[in-house]
């Protein structure tokens, strides 16, 4: 059943870690009168943001491909056809893995006339890193075209920088796109009647900074950066992941690291987060009775090592 009007699409993009998935969920859990489907795309073989959405009555589609081009998009299309056949919502959040720029997914609403007519592009969402994104910059062109691409940038992370970082990667920022509406956030809180269905998007504005925004073989491939996934069906020893952790850091090019973990004499599930070399284990919910515990990991970054970090992790392991 087609709409009686296009229902409004908002991308959620960033670099790896920057709080997209916190951003899904604080837009998720407000009071704002909309009813959200939700597709998420992952890096890896394991679907950890997924499992960390905290969900009410939305729909939600995982899709762990990697990056939403190519023949991925068709699923896509496929995916976002299924959801307004079943209809019950007014807007759609797509949530972009790290390594994604968001150009091929705002195409797939732009060039493909089956949803031209069903939905619209409202606005492209940036979660910037205010700890890392100088750095990124400087190594890695998916951060710098997420944000030219954006309508909206959140500087995320501002309790973790002081007043003079904050004002140079906002000043980063700005060269890269002077036209973005930019918040200063923590844990991705925002004032949300200011971002959405605001009719962001404006497509002249996106081919000035990109003449071939429109060019589906235009876009690039970033294979320099890869995701290895691992599965342990035993649990893991805290000191013994202490000790990884901090070797990890020193010998992996490791952008992003997340997943769950069964610790041993812990009724709890635990979720690990890393974002370069700043880590996090946060104590989740309890297993449940009769429950599979397992521990999953997925790390991304450039060149890494599955092989090394097999065996390291192999060693945290309880006999």
């Known amino acids: 059943m087609t709409p009686t009007k296009p229902v409004p699409v908002s991308i959620l993009?960033?670099?790896?870690?920057?709080?997209?998935?916190?951003?899904?969920?604080?837009?998720?859990?407000?009071?704002?009168?909309?009813?959200?489907?939700?597709?998420?795309?992952?890096?890896?073989?394991?679907?950890?943001?997924?499992?960390?959405?905290?969900?009410?009555?939305?729909?939600?589609?995982?899709?762990?491909n990697g990056c939403l081009c190519c023949t991925v998009r068709k699923d896509l299309v496929k995916g976002v056809q299924n959801l307004l056949k079943k209809g019950g919502f007014d807007y759609l959040l797509i949530e972009t893995t790290g390594i994604a720029e968001p150009g091929p997914i705002a195409q797939t609403f732009l060039n493909i006339p089956q949803l031209q007519q069903l939905v619209r592009m409202d606005s492209i969402i940036t979660v910037v890193d205010a700890e890392?994104?100088?750095?990124?910059?400087?190594?890695?062109?998916?951060?710098?075209?997420?944000?030219?691409?954006?309508d909206f940038i959140l500087l995320n992370k501002t309790d973790l920088v002081d007043a003079a970082g904050l004002d140079a990667a906002e000043a980063q920022i700005r060269e890269l796109n002077a036209q973005a509406t930019?918040?200063?956030?923590?844990?991705?809180?925002?004032?949300?009647?200011?971002?959405?269905?605001?009719?962001?998007?404006?497509?002249?504005r996106k081919?000035?900074?990109?003449?071939?925004?429109?060019?589906?073989?235009?876009?690039?491939?970033?294979?320099?950066?890869?995701?290895?996934?691992?599965?342990?069906?035993?649990?893991?020893?805290?000191?013994?992941?202490?000790?990884?952790?901090?070797?990890?850091?020193?010998?992996?090019?490791?952008?992003?690291?997340?997943?769950?973990?069964w610790i041993e004499g812990n009724p709890r599930r635990a979720v690990f987060h890393g974002?370069?070399?700043?880590?996090?284990?946060?104590?989740?919910?309890?297993?449940?009775?009769?429950?599979a515990r397992s521990s999953q990991l997925v790390f991304i970054g450039k060149q890494i090592d599955e092989a090394r970090i097999r065996k390291q992790l192999e060693q945290c392991v309880v006999k």
């Open 13 to 64: 993009t960033g670099f790896l870690g920057a709080g997209k998935t916190t951003l899904l969920n604080y837009i998720l859990k407000q009071q704002h009168g909309y009813k959200f489907a939700v597709i998420i795309n992952e890096v890896g073989k394991i679907g950890v943001d997924g499992q960390l959405v905290e969900r009410q009555k939305e729909e939600i589609v995982e899709m762990s």
């Open 132 to 150: 890392q994104i100088l750095k990124q910059l400087k190594e890695v062109e998916t951060a710098r075209e997420q944000i030219r691409m954006a």
């Open 182 to 204: 930019l918040f200063r956030t923590n844990q991705s809180e925002v004032n949300l009647k200011e971002m959405l269905d605001m009719h962001a998007f404006d497509l002249d």
């Open 207 to 261: 081919l000035e900074v990109d003449p071939q925004f429109l060019d589906e073989l235009s876009q690039r491939h970033h294979h320099e950066i890869n995701s290895v996934s691992f599965e342990f069906p035993k649990p893991f020893s805290v000191e013994a992941l202490e000790l990884f952790v901090q070797e990890l850091s020193e010998k992996e090019k490791i952008y992003r690291s997340k997943g769950f973990l």
């Open 275 to 291: 974002v370069n070399n700043r880590f996090t284990l946060l104590w989740d919910r309890l297993w449940e009775k009769g429950e």
